[in-house]
């Protein structure tokens, strides 16, 4: 995980949600996000003035339209985002493609919620996983700015922004569709995340699997296997698929009680 995943509100919802400015010029809703897409992240940077010099004092938290497969900055083809859509959470202050956005340039990509596929005997299970309430996941992310030396074809006049996101040990009920998830924040953790001048060293206790009571606040269900191609995109790829239509049902046993989001 975290291979694909739902972006359905609207940035102007998503702006309130996060307490950010929405920078993004407008996005469509997307059923079905799937690699190398443009999506929506949350980046909190300094301001710059008219001549790029950054505000020291001030941060702004905005919304962002980003690619999702992270370039690192000094990777020669920007190709090589597709094979990194994803960093492991326990080794990504270890990476080269990793370490340096860890550092310094962290962010929070929202979804509505997240697909992942069961392995069965015979076929793959799609499940989708979201927060009962109808609140957004904060899925916590990377984000690089990557620029070629060489551009003749003067294909990436502004360079690329492309963001991956961390995933972790799947918790609880999730751990019987797959292994691994995002690694999904809660409210209290955004500011901290986000500081643009909190170094890797702040958040490491933050990458870390979510508990079970922050768990206990998702809903994980069947869908139809309509999600397993990128061409729909609709809300029917949400929509519970009917228990006799499940080979092999899950053992649900999800917690209850307060949200403690």
């Known amino acids: 995980m975290c291979g694909r995943y739902a972006s359905i509100k609207a940035p102007?919802?998503?702006?309130?949600?996060?307490?950010?400015?929405?920078?993004?010029?407008?996005?469509?809703?997307?059923?079905?996000?799937?690699?190398t897409k443009n999506v929506v992240a949350v980046v909190?940077?300094?301001?710059?003035?008219?001549?790029?010099?950054?505000?020291?004092?001030?941060?702004?938290r905005s919304l962002r339209v980003v690619r999702w497969g992270l370039v690192p900055s000094?990777?020669?083809?920007?190709?090589?985002?597709a094979r990194m859509i994803n960093a492991r959470s326990e080794s990504a202050a270890e990476k080269p493609s990793?370490?340096?956005?860890?550092?310094?340039?962290?962010?929070?990509?929202?979804?509505?919620?997240w697909y992942e596929w069961q392995r069965g005997p015979e076929h793959k299970q799609p499940y989708y996983t979201h927060y009962a309430d109808g609140s957004s996941l904060a899925m916590a992310g990377l984000w690089e700015?990557?620029?070629p030396k060489d551009d003749p074809g003067n294909l990436y006049p502004d360079g690329l922004v492309t963001a991956c996101v961390l995933t972790t040990a799947a918790v609880g009920p999730l751990a019987q569709v797959h292994d691994r998830m995002p690694l999904v924040l809660p409210p209290s953790a955004w500011d901290r995340?986000?500081?643009?001048?909190?170094?890797s060293d702040s958040v490491t206790d933050l990458i870390v699997p979510p508990s079970a009571e922050l768990v206990a606040t998702m809903e994980l269900r069947p869908v139809s296997a309509l999600v397993n191609s990128v061409r729909?995109?609709?809300?029917?790829?949400?929509?519970?698929?009917?228990?006799?239509?499940v080979a092999e049902p899950l053992q649900l046993d999800l917690l209850a009680g307060p949200n403690p989001r």
């Open 232 to 245: 729909n995109n609709g809300p029917e790829l949400l929509a519970e698929l009917a228990a006799e239509d």
């Open 12 to 35: 102007a919802d998503l702006a309130d949600e996060f307490r950010a400015v929405d920078a993004t010029e407008g996005v469509e809703p997307d059923y079905n996000v799937a690699p």
């Open 44 to 60: 909190q940077r300094h301001p710059r003035d008219a001549e790029g010099t950054p505000d020291p004092d001030t941060t702004e």
């Open 145 to 147: 700015f990557w620029k």
């Open 98 to 113: 990793f370490r340096k956005a860890l550092q310094a340039r962290r962010c929070l990509l929202p979804a509505d919620g």
């Open 74 to 81: 000094w990777s020669k083809d920007p190709k090589a985002g």
């Open 193 to 199: 995340w986000l500081d643009p001048d909190a170094g």
